[in-house]
Every structure is written in C-alpha cells, then in structure tokens.
T-cell receptor, first 114, second 115 residues
C-alpha cells in the first residue's frame, strides 16, 4: 500500500477556499486516491475518489496531476462546520469482487476560524 | 445510500466483562466488513477484516481470542471484546465495503469505556 504524507494541520477562515495536498510518491498504476473527513467521535465520511485529472462532486474537487504522485483536495468556501480531520488514502480497487483494505495516515486537522 | 450503523454508540462496562458491538449495512449488502480502533488524537488502526461466512483475518498484534468477530450475514458483523480491561477503552469503528469493493463506508463508531 502506498504511503501518504499530508500536513498535520491547516487553518483557514470562513468563506475561503481550502486546498489540502497529499503526497503519494509510490502510487501504483492501479491505485485510486480517496479522501475521507472525520469529525470528533464519529466515523470517517467518504468525500471524493479519483484516479487522474480532476473529479468534482457537490462537496469538493480533487485534482490529480499527470504523474499522480500527489493530489489536492479542494474545499470551496469553507464554513466552521468543515473543521475536521481529512484523510488521504491510496489503494487499488477490488479485484474479483474482493474488498481492499485501507491504511489511514495521520490526516490533516483543518481548523476553520470565524 | 451506503449507510452503515453501529450499536451501541457508547458503552461503559466493568473490567472482566464482555461487550458486543454490532455493525450493519442498512441499504446494501457487504461481503466484507472491517473493524478499526482509534485512540484519542490518533488515526484509525485496522484490527481485522471480516468476510461473510468465513473466519476473520486479524492484523498483526490483534488478539483474535480477545476480539471475536462474527459476520453471519451480508448486512451484519459483530465484534465482541471479551474480558475487557481498561486498556481496551477506545473508539471502535466498523466499515462496510461497497458491492464493487473499491469504497468503504464507515459506521458512526462505538465509544467503549472499561472501568
């Protein structure tokens, strides 16, 4: 499983766009990149997943450069309720219907200030 | 869609007792479920992988006789912490793998406190 490196913490202000970058130099050809959000005393919540270029959903965008050695989670116009830990995970999709394990790194504590 | 529930949300027990935690996938079938443990200010650590109808696969350092896992149906997995001790106090989180296997959906977690 490819190891990921993220900043330990980030601060932002309400209404700003926040970009959290994750480094995964050893990403394999079949690996996807997945981001989760976790609030205190809650289970992680799936945010977005991608393989290359750009993926956008109603919550965030994920930018992946051509070499795929890093990825950036972009949260538009954050609010106080976006204060959470954000995890970047890298791994291959399932083969033959089996599930893949996830290895969580330390994550990034995002604090949104008023 | 893709909702996973856990019960109970929090439990307090005396040292030496056993505690069972249930994990259910509410709107999809999950052949595989995972159990994690998270200590304060730390990341999630995978404890075991649970496959429906077969024995669970435990991560190195996790005692299989202490953390009993049963995955009897495609929507239910249980984790039983046997003879619990204060050091077992932690936040236990389960996840269920999507039908395609490439995404995991997590339960809300169970806070276990052993006195």
């Amino acid at each position: 499983l490819a190891k990921t490196t993220q900043p330990i913490s980030m601060d932002s202000y309400e209404g700003q766009e926040v970009n959290i970058t994750c480094s995964h130099n050893n990403i394999a050809t079949n690996d996807y990149i997945t981001w989760y959000q976790q609030f205190p005393s809650q289970g992680p919540r799936f945010i977005i997943q991608g393989y290359k270029t750009k993926v956008t959903n109603e919550v965030a965008s994920l930018f992946i450069p051509a070499d795929r050695k890093s990825s950036t989670l972009s949260l538009p116009r954050v609010s106080l309720s976006d204060t959470a830990v954000y995890y970047c995970l890298v791994g291959a999709p399932a083969l033959s219907g089996s599930a893949r394990q996830l290895t969580f790194g330390s994550g990034t504590q995002l604090t949104v200030l008023p | 869609g893709a909702v996973v529930s856990q019960h109970p949300s929090r439990v307090i027990c005396k040292s030496g007792t056993s505690v069972k935690i249930e994990c259910r996938s509410l709107d999809f079938q999950a052949t595989t479920m995972f159990w994690y443990r998270q200590f304060p200010k730390q990341s999630l650590m995978l404890m075991a992988t649970s496959n429906e109808g077969s024995k669970a696969t435990y991560e190195q350092g996790v005692e299989k006789d202490k953390f009993l896992i049963n995955h009897a149906s495609l929507t239910l997995s249980t984790l039983t912490v046997t003879s619990a001790h204060p050091e077992d106090s932690s936040f236990y989180i389960c996840s269920a793998s999507s039908p395609t296997g490439d995404t995991q959906y997590f339960g809300p977690g169970t806070r276990l406190t052993v006195l």
